[in-house]
């Protein structure tokens, strides 16, 4: 069935710093969606990307899906404590979400 | 409205114990989904129901059953619970079924965290 593996596991960053996870399919995926869940939350929606190449913004968000469409990434330009949390990939072909990168920031 | 709501929020069996998780939406949403989450390995579908009157199986339906009982709820069962089925489970919605190549975002519940002693 189909892979989705994500990296990194875990990443810690001073507050300021950018961030990136990326996500990474063994075949083409139709679409794309990532969701953060917050500490003890459950996951929300965050994004889908349909497009091979597509790129799309949310404030300090940038989603990128891959011109084969088989990865994907998320970067924070200038993270703060509420980006705090962890965020997940879902390729759309079966269902499979990827292990998440958990996300700690250090004021 | 309240989205999706789950019940109980926490509980814990007993090796052996039945138990059936609750999950309503108040969304009109075709589709439902059951799914568990374990420390580092994200989530996994257990079923899913593309639309009142249908189940299917997800990636780690073994040790579980579920009924769509009407277009709002969608309930879990586990018959005789294990430790390893100690985890949270997390219910969700969507206008319509994700697994055809449709492009629709998933509604989660709050989770239920159960633990199997």
């Known amino acids: 069935g189909q892979q989705v593996m994500q990296i990194p596991q875990y990443q810690h960053v001073q507050e300021g710093e950018d961030f990136t996870t990326y996500c990474n399919s063994s075949t083409t995926l139709s679409n794309i969606q990532w969701y953060k869940q917050r500490p003890g939350g459950h996951p929300v929606f965050l994004i889908q990307?349909?497009?091979?190449?597509e790129v799309k913004k949310q404030k300090r968000l940038t989603f990128q899906f891959g011109e084969a469409k088989k990865n994907s990434s998320l970067h924070i330009t200038a993270t703060q404590t509420t980006d705090v949390g962890t965020y997940f990939c879902a390729g759309d072909n079966d269902m499979r979400f990827g292990a998440g990168t958990r996300l700690t920031v250090k004021p | 409205n309240a989205g999706v709501t789950q019940t109980p929020k926490f509980q814990v069996l007993k090796t052996g114990q039945s138990m059936t998780l609750q999950c309503a939406q108040d969304?009109?949403?075709?589709?439902m989904y059951w799914y568990r989450q374990d420390p580092g390995m994200g989530l996994r579908l257990i079923y899913y129901s593309a639309s009142e009157g249908t189940t299917d199986k997800g990636e780690v339906p073994n040790g579980y059953n579920v009924s769509r009982l009407n277009k709002r709820e969608f309930s879990l069962r586990l018959e005789s619970a294990a430790p390893s089925q100690t985890s949270v489970y997390f219910c969700?919605?969507?206008?319509?079924?994700?697994?055809?190549?449709?492009?629709?975002?998933?509604?989660f519940g709050p989770g239920t965290r159960l633990t199997v002693t």
């Open positions: 969304m009109n949403h075709n589709s």
């Open positions: 990307l349909v497009k091979s190449g």
């Open positions: 969700a919605s969507s206008s319509n079924l994700r697994l055809a190549g449709g492009l629709y975002e998933q509604y």
